[in-house]
């Protein structure tokens, strides 16, 4: 069954003849799951497609949604989420709702009411691996084959991230192109909903292919473009084309300029992912991409920018889960009484994970007065310089922006180091890693031995500067030497390609052609 599920094997030949050991220990990666069903005649080739559970399902036999939180796990949404709509009506079925870090938050899908996630690798026993976060279950069915495509999102890095962990292919879409009506929101002005499979080209088909999703505007969600913004955006990329349309790799890759971030080679950075990057640009060298050195200075902020603004949203985002009109509500012993406050805060203080905590208490303290301007304010403004690197990196311009950002001489005179002060460089992509390592083995990231939370915030340090920015970005595997020549270490890593604003066409036409 789970070879006539996989579209297409990925590089890693570690994946071929998955056991039934593996296959069972994957299926505690759905929360719930639908019972196998003959395929619906649809007009489209159907597919299976497996949901994260922070975004509404309706239908039986899965008609909870619970963010993997104690507060929602008996959730029925009175409404199906307009994505998982839209890909029904382009032949999904449903399989299965699948596991995550609480509410999105994490990045190693350890923190759910339901357990942990993990991948064995290799597929038939082995060790337990960290399967990447917060989508790692819709990474895991995906990679397993239970799923052909699957639905995650994408807030700071979370299926780019677990993508790079399991070797598959994860892809986050501009910001606003894909509807997020009945997607739980985390962090309004950068959540984004993406797409988990295991070649590109099953998500370039409903992405920008003739499915079509891109062009739809959904009027529910008001962060969803509008009919005007996209014809403008289009308008602006016509004439780049954007499929492979059965062309070779090298057709599609030649003259086409690739970036690489030199911020991006930093200390973390494990030296075979260093070296599978270096590798990789070679290889599009070769067939014919021209690789050039860009900087991207404010990219060493971009972390720490991201975990105020992030946590700021959600503070404000969560505050509606009080036990009374959304959640599970604390008894009166509780309580100790009914009286509101009290209910309030028994109620949140059971119904929230520590880590969604911590998250509220951050975002509550950067928000508030005496903080505010040395953190909220302050990562606004990197967000806006983050965004401004990446406008002088690309040869195309934002179409969001009417105009370029007026220079400003005073950024110029902030301690930017002279080598990066150099002006556009002019490049269709970026490439660089998806994470700084390899999976981690799952007992090193959990418990008290395990990672802290700053050490696992460290792992988006290269997705999180695209989030902020609003862009496309796309991870692929590939493949790394395993750790001292042990066969059984994890050899997948992710590659990562970043596009200007509403590229996605020609981002996704690009990394089918790597890949
Ligand atoms: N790991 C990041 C966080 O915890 C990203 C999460 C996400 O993209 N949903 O915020």
Not at 134 to 147: L, R, Y
Not at 383 to 406: I, Y
Request: hydrophobic letters at 40%; aromatic letters at 6%.
């Amino acid at each position: 069954r789970l070879q006539g599920l996989c579209l297409r094997h990925v590089s890693s030949t570690r994946r071929n003849g998955a056991a039934s050991h593996q296959q069972r220990r994957l299926l505690s990666q759905f929360i719930s799951k639908a019972p196998p069903q003959a395929d619906t005649p649809y007009t489209q080739t159907p597919f299976t497609l497996a949901v994260k559970d922070n975004i509404a399902t309706t239908t039986q036999p899965l008609p909870t949604t619970t963010c993997a939180s104690p507060f929602l796990t008996t959730y029925h949404s009175p409404f199906e989420a307009t994505i998982v709509t839209q890909l029904r009506a382009r032949g999904a079925r449903l399989v299965g709702k699948t596991n995550l870090d609480e509410f999105g938050m994490g990045s190693h899908s350890t923190h759910s009411a339901f357990g942990a996630v993990s991948q064995t690798l290799p597929p038939g026993g082995g060790g337990e691996y960290s399967a990447g976060g917060s989508s790692g279950g819709s990474a895991v069915a995906v990679a397993a084959g239970e799923a052909n495509v699957a639905l995650g999102t994408d807030t700071g890095g979370s299926v780019r991230l677990p993508a790079a962990y399991t070797g598959v292919v994860g892809f986050k879409p501009s910001y606003g192109m894909l509807s997020r009506h009945g997607v739980v929101p985390y962090a309004n002005s950068l959540d984004t909903v993406g797409l988990l499979a295991r070649g590109v080209e099953e998500i370039r088909g409903l992405v920008v292919g003739g499915a079509g999703l891109w062009r739809e505007h959904d009027p529910r969600d008001p962060t969803s473009l509008s009919e005007a913004a996209r014809g403008r955006c289009v308008g602006a990329r016509e004439g780049y084309g954007g499929g492979v349309d059965g062309r070779k790799p090298e057709e599609v890759l030649r003259g086409v300029n690739f970036g690489i971030p030199l911020e991006y080679n930093v200390e973390e950075l494990d030296p075979r992912i260093r070296d599978a990057w270096a590798a990789a640009a070679a290889a599009l060298q070769k067939l014919g991409a021209r690789i050039v050195p860009v900087s991207l200075p404010t990219t060493r902020h971009a972390l720490s920018a991201y975990y105020i603004i992030a946590p700021a949203e959600a503070s404000s985002n969560l505050a509606k889960y009080d036990g009374v009109r959304y959640g599970s509500r604390a008894s009166d012993t509780d309580a100790g009484s009914s009286d509101g406050g009290v209910l309030y805060a028994a109620s949140r203080g059971r119904g929230f994970g520590g880590e969604v905590q911590r998250r509220i208490l951050l975002g509550a303290y950067t928000l508030s007065s005496e903080a505010m301007d040395n953190y909220f304010i302050k990562a606004q403004k990197v967000r806006r310089l983050v965004r401004r690197d990446f406008d002088r990196a690309f040869a195309l311009a934002n179409p969001l922006l009417d105009e370029p950002e007026p220079f400003d001489l005073s950024d110029l005179l902030e301690d930017v180091p002279m080598e990066n002060k150099l002006g556009p460089a002019g490049v269709d992509f970026l490439l660089c890693p998806t994470a700084p390592t390899l999976a981690p083995k799952l007992e090193d990231v959990v418990g008290a031995e395990g990672q802290s939370p700053v050490d696992a915030y460290v792992n988006d340090v290269f997705t999180v500067p695209a989030s902020l920015a609003g862009l496309p970005a796309v991870s692929i595997p590939m493949r790394v030497a395993a750790e001292g020549g042990d066969e059984n270490a994890p050899n997948t890593a992710g590659l990562q390609l970043i596009g200007q604003y509403w590229d996605d066409a020609r981002l996704l036409a690009a990394a089918e052609a790597v890949m």
